[in-house]
Structure formats: C-alpha cells, structure tokens
C-alpha cells in the first residue's frame, strides 16, 4: 500500500477549463464524456471518468481534476464509490485508490495477485470499517482500519461479481450468473459450499447475469442486466414477496439509495423511487437531447450525475439544473495534432497498423484558451454519422488560425472551416480533385503551407493535392512508386519541400516551385532502402521532422536516420542523398542511435531538441545533436498514459508537448519554447515569488540559446545559465545552492550577438 499527498495541481471555477501548467509539471486531458460514475465526502462531489476525475468543491464551487499527473496511481477507471467520508476508486486491471481528504493511498493487492482472469473492479460496498469490493475474481473484503485485505470469497466457481450489499444481516452478491448470498457473520465464506444461489426467481432470469444491488427501506433491490436494449428488469423483494417495478423494459446503469429515494440511473433519465416504489419523479429534462446518466446520487439536497455525453451535472428538478463540467474532449480517443499559436487542434480517429478502419466517431477536438470545442455528428449538421469515422488528419493555417481543415479513412470527405467555428465547405470528388478508393477518402495526411495552401495527401492515382487559398484545386503526381499506395504523412519544410511519407514505398521529397499552376518546374526524389537512394531503414516511414539546422529528421518502424543537407536533393548523384544512421559507441560497440526502434512520431522543439515517440518504449527527448538523453517518459516512470505513441506536437509558445496515445492525450510543459531575438515579450511566472513556492522559476521570450544571469539590485551575480531556445528554468537558489534572499534581482541576458539586455525584474518574498 501507498500513501501520498493529493496535489493540488489544476485549480479552477467551473466555467474555466485546465489552467496552463507550472513548467516540468503533466496533465491528462481526459474525456468526462466517458463518464463512470459520481460519489461524495463530506465537500466534494467526484465524477469519475475513464482517465481522470472531476472533483467538485461544493463550499466555494471550485474544481480539480485528479489524473494520473497529480495523485492517481492507475488509468481505466471502472468504478467509484464512497461512504461520505472516503472515496474508493477501482481500476480495471484490479488497482485501487482510496481518496480520503487530500490523501490518496494506493491499495494494489488485487492488481498485484497471482491469479489469473479478469480484475475488473466492479463496484465497492461500505459496512463500517469493511469495504466489499465487486470484481472479476470474487469479492474482496478490505477493512479500512487495518488498511489490509481480509478476506476473498467466493460465492461459485471463478466468479464475476458486479454488485454487493448486506440486507436483513446477509451477504448478497450480484454476478454474471445469477444472485448469491450467505450469512454475513458466517466464517469460511471463501468456500462456496457454504453460499447458496437465489431460486425464487423467474426461470428465465435466475441465472444472471444481475449488474447491481441494494438495500433499500426495507427491501432487497437488484437489477436484470439483457443483451437486449430497452429489456433490463428491476426487482425488489420483501417479506419473501417477489415484484417487479414498471411494466415496460429499461436500460439500467446504476442504482443507488439516499435516506428516502432509490435512484435508478437509466438511458433517458433518472427515475426516483419512493419508499414504496413508486416513482416520485423521473428526471429527464435536465439537458438537451437524450440523458444518458452512468450513476446519480443525492446530497446537499441536489442530484448529482455522471452523464456519458454532457459530464458531471448538478439537478433541482427537471426544470433547474447546471453543468458543472463537460470541458473536455469529447472522447479519449486520438490519433494525429496540429498546433498553431496556441491552438491545438486533435483528429479522434484512428486507424489499425495494417490500415483498417476502427469506425471510431470521436470526430475533432479543438483546445483554445483553455476551453475544448468538438466537432463531431452530434454538434455539425456537415458530419454525418454514417459517412464520416476515423479522422486521422487535421491541420491548422499558420497565417490564420481561424482556418482548419481535418479529414477522415471514410466516405465523408474533408472538412474546412474558415472562421474557427463552422464547417463551411465538405470537400469530396465532386468539388475537389481528391480520388475515391473502396468508397472511401484515404486521406493520409494535410499541412498548411506558409502561403495558406493546404496540401493533402491520400490514395489515388495523383496522391498529392493542394487546395490555394483562392479555393482552386491541383494535383501532382509522385510516380509510379506512389500510385494508389496510401500515404501516411506529410511534412512541409522551411525551403518549401513536401515530404511524403508512402506506406510500403518509402519516402518521397517534392517541391512545385512556387508555380502550382506550372508542371514544367517541379521537382521530385524518391529514398528507398537502396544504398546510394536513400539508405532509409524501412520503407514504412512513420515520422519527419525539420530542425533548426534544417536537418531532416525520419522514424521508421526500422529506427530512425538524419539527412543533414538538402542541397543536393533534386539533383544529387549517387549517395549524395543518403540519410545517416547516428552511430553511439554503447560498452565498446558502436550502435545506432535507438537501434531499431519502431519510431512513430519526430518533434522540434524551441531548444532544437528531439522529441522522439515509439510505438512501445514512450518517449524519447534528445539533445540537438542526438547524442544526449535529455528526458526519457514512459508509463511507468511518468504521467505518460501508454507507451505507444502516436503523434507528437509542441505548442512553441509555451512549450507545452503534446502526446496523442492509444489510450488518450497527455502533456507535458518542457523547459523549451520558441526565441525572440527582440525580446519583445519576455515573461517571468511566478512574479513574486513567495515563501512557500518551491517549484521551479520559469523566464519566457528570450533569445535562442542566450546567456542569462541573475543579479541582485547592486549588480551580483547570484546565478547564470543558457537559455533553452527562449526559455530558462531557475530554482530560485544561488550558485553555491542557497535560496536567495527577499529582495529585487534583474535578469539579464545577451542573445547570440552579443548584446547584453535587461528583460525582467523579480521579486522574493521570504
């Protein structure tokens, strides 16, 4: 077991979204769309979601989110439950968490255990200081004052328990293959000879499976869970008397008590149960569109529900509620990222490694200014739901952000907006010259270029195509190497060059001239394999990154190699366009640089560092030349969520680097940013600095690589470093390792030229 303090990392109001991060520090950005379930202590409301939790602060109306980067030991929530006191959060793999207070302590018994089969936490039931907790391999006791595992039972062979709860002194369990019960005092309950399966059942739900549960004035309540939608059954027993609630089939995902109502959590609402069972009301107005709450509970006289398209919600009745937080992506899902300025912009679809459709329907997620706003077939009449799934590519216009375009493996074409909100025009054969295969759109990739012409890149006889800003269409042909192959990425460098990355072709390098109009001047070069034509590890090129040196960058899934000239790119001879492995000598041996990695993703950042993402082995953050290990993330020593990678993405002006996984985005606020040789805009957080912060000093807008000492008022230096690319980190202590004084210090700094400037004060506070 491990116990730590909850840190208080993302504070803010609930109309606000993530706050920007202190630098070095992560943040998941989860999705509260893919809602669990909600609870209660004596303070808050917690609204559980896959990857994360919404903590709702019902004294001064404030929120935090609790992931993985500040307290959480697990992601794949499946289940949250509390006593008023303590909140116990279950994980699918068999972790728990038990929040209590601003402590989280980590129960990983189940996850550790030797056995086999599914671990699943179900649910979690408290009596006193016993917690019966519902999963894959039985019913786990924990007593809460022991903080230690008690007792497993099992109530059949290899059981699946999803609910539990003690009625009239017995133990009763809900599982997949019908309800079981014993005496609660009862020793030896880890034998199922002494439980006994409930018969007084109808012969056609006796064996299961039952979902939930309860014990409610008086009565025994559980939930018949059918294949069937709209064919789940409540039924309640008392006194031996056997009854069913309503005439008509339900949709049930939960069920929970307050002092006098049983509140059933339903497709379309909330019905709320008398001590009679009868319905007292059924909440089913407290949003546009259908409901579809996971759980609902009631204190401080409200209801309080965890929806599965709308958050956590706050309800009076049908005709007063609030949404108390539905900021997010609208699922966990991504795939590609473009950033601009501050935008990023996050295709939710996703493709299988053999290019095979997952008909996921996230649709888009577009992050400004801390809110999220979805593009999906629930908010856009121009995505159909039937016609667009899977977006894998989205790009954003560096002259104007408010442009954007995002494509899909599908029928639907790609989609442009043109004022940062409305989808305006849906391109397809018909208005473009984008070329259908299998029915489908097999757009691979799209980049803006600093002209505002979006160039795309999909399966067809001429696989690369360019929209100009005018809104004429162009296509370019690459060769027969590229013909109706599917190209997976596209990436435009600083000299205008559109590298195409064609799966099982290897690497194509193309540049029109500046005359898209004129065929006659366009230039081209293929790398393959071959030594002399391109010395490329792999003809499955998965990454391409331009540095500040205009190196160009390549991940394969064979490793990864650096072509450190384009001069000779059109019209080199033999080997004089080869790209470099980067040899490191590993215990007497010389190596490659990351051997043979399966390299997905390559990113510049402002430090001309890279940042390399694998399909397994997390991320990598090198130094500009490739020979140093700056930062290696994985899941197991980071907030990094997976360790397959998708896509990485830097948001230069703060530095923030985003990571797209296969189990949700996550980022992290790294010590580098975009320079300024005018120094135009220098910021310094935190300014003052008081006693209790002792998290790093962060300086912003310098020039790249600059000099910078910090001096006292009368001209001391207490400390100098290099910036990296606009931005230096401080820990606030002098050279020989003390913490400076209260008082005034000047950042100084001179860029590459050697100009020396005053850019900022700050102040201690000690």
Not at 418 to 441: F, M, P, R
Not at 536 to 560: R, Y
Not at 642 to 647: A, G, P
Request: proline residues 3%; charged residues 20%.
């Amino acid at each position: 077991m491990f116990r730590h303090s909850l840190i208080t990392l993302l504070l803010f109001s609930a109309i606000s979204g993530f706050a920007q991060i202190p630098m070095l520090d992560w943040r998941v950005h989860f999705s509260v769309n893919n809602a669990i379930g909600v609870a209660h202590d004596a303070s808050s409301v917690y609204m559980a979601a896959v990857n994360g939790i919404v903590q709702y602060h019902t004294d001064d109306n404030s929120i935090e989110m609790i992931t993985v980067a500040n307290g959480l030991s697990d992601l794949g929530i499946s289940s949250v439950d509390g006593n008023g006191t303590q909140i116990l959060v279950g994980y699918s793999n068999g972790n728990i968490d038990l929040i209590e207070g601003n402590t989280i302590t980590n129960i990983p018994w189940i996850k550790l255990a030797d056995i086999s089969g599914d671990k699943t936490i179900h649910s979690a039931n408290f009596d006193g200081n016993l917690v019966y907790i519902s999963c894959g391999i039985g019913l786990i006791v924990f007593d809460l004052s022991k903080t230690e595992v008690k007792d497993t039972y099992y109530p059949y062979s290899n059981p699946t328990i999803f609910s539990s709860c003690i009625y009239n002194d017995t133990l009763y369990c809900a599982t997949e293959t019908g309800i079981y019960f014993a005496r609660a005092d009862k020793p030896f309950l880890n034998d199922q000879n002494n439980w006994t399966k409930k018969t007084d059942l109808p012969a056609a739900v006796i064996n299961g499976p039952f979902t939930e549960i309860n014990s409610f004035a008086g009565k025994l309540v559980f939930a018949y869970n059918s294949t069937a939608f709209d064919a789940d059954t409540l039924y309640f027993s008392e006194n031996n008397t056997l009854s069913k609630y309503g005439t008509a089939g339900l949709t049930i995902s939960d069920i929970k008590t307050s002092d006098t109502q049983l509140l059933v959590a339903l497709y379309g609402g909330v019905d709320l149960l008398n001590t009679a069972m009868t319905q007292d009301a059924f909440i089913y107005q407290y949003l546009a569109g259908i409901p579809e709450p996971m759980s609902c509970i009631r204190f401080n006289n409200f209801y309080w529900v965890a929806d599965r398209n709308h958050g956590l919600v706050k309800v009076t009745d049908n005709w007063s509620n609030d949404v108390i937080y539905s900021n997010s992506p609208y699922a966990d899902g991504c795939y590609r990222l473009d950033i601009q300025y501050g935008k990023v912009l996050v295709a939710g679809g996703g493709l299988t490694h053999n290019l095979v459709n997952n008909y996921f329907r996230n649709g888009v997620y577009l992050f400004e200014n801390e809110t999220w706003t979805n593009f999906n077939h629930e908010t856009s009449d121009s995505i159909d739901f039937n016609k667009d799934w899977d977006f894998v590519s989205v790009a954003i216009n560096p002259n104007n952000t408010d442009q954007m375009a995002f494509s899909s493996f599908s029928e639907g074409g790609i989609k442009y907006i043109a004022d940062g909100a409305t989808i305006s025009e849906v391109y397809t054969e018909s208005n473009s010259t984008l070329e259908s295969a299998s029915n489908k759109y097999a757009v691979g990739d799209m980049k803006f270029d600093d002209a505002g012409n979006l160039w795309v890149v999909c399966t067809g006889v001429e696989p690369l195509k360019v929209r100009t800003p005018a809104g004429d269409w162009y296509s370019f042909s690459l060769g027969s190497a590229a013909k109706d192959k599917y190209p997976y990425r596209l990436f435009i460098d600083s000299n205008g060059n559109k590298w195409v990355a064609v799966t099982n072709a290897g690497l194509i390098a193309f540049n029109e001239n500046g005359t898209i109009a004129d065929a006659s001047d366009d230039d081209m070069r293929i790398f393959t394999t071959s030594e002399g034509y391109g010395n490329l590890p792999s003809v499955f090129v998965k990454g391409i990154a331009e540095d500040l040196d205009g190196e160009i960058w390549i991940g394969t899934e064979e490793g990864m190699v650096v072509l450190y000239s384009t001069a000779n790119l059109y019209d080199g001879g033999y080997g004089e366009y080869d790209f470099d492995f980067i040899l490191i000598e590993v215990e007497g041996e010389v190596e490659h640089l990351l051997g043979e990695t399966y390299i997905t993703s390559i990113a510049v950042d402002g430090g001309n560092r890279k940042w390399i993402g694998t399909s397994s082995s997390g991320v990598f953050c090198l130094s500009p030349d490739g020979m140093e290990e700056i930062y290696r993330f994985t899941a197991e020593n980071s907030p990094l969520i997976s360790n397959n990678v998708l896509d990485i993405r830097i948001d230069h002006l703060s530095g923030e680097v985003y990571f797209a996984t296969d189990k949700g985005l996550v980022s992290f606020r790294s010590d580098a940013s975009i320079f300024d040789e005018e120094f135009s805009n220098v910021t310094v957080f935190p300014n003052p600095v008081r006693p209790d912060y002792a998290g790093p000093i962060t300086v912003q807008g310098l020039g790249y690589q600059s000099d910078v000492k910090v001096t006292d008022i009368s001209g001391n230096i207490v400390y100098k470093t290099t910036s990296n690319g606009g931005t230096v980190i401080w820990d606030g202590k002098t050279l020989t390792g003390e913490r400076v004084q209260s008082g005034v210090y000047l950042i100084w700094t001179a860029s590459v030229d050697g100009k020396g400037k005053e850019v900022a004060k700050i102040l201690f506070m000690n």
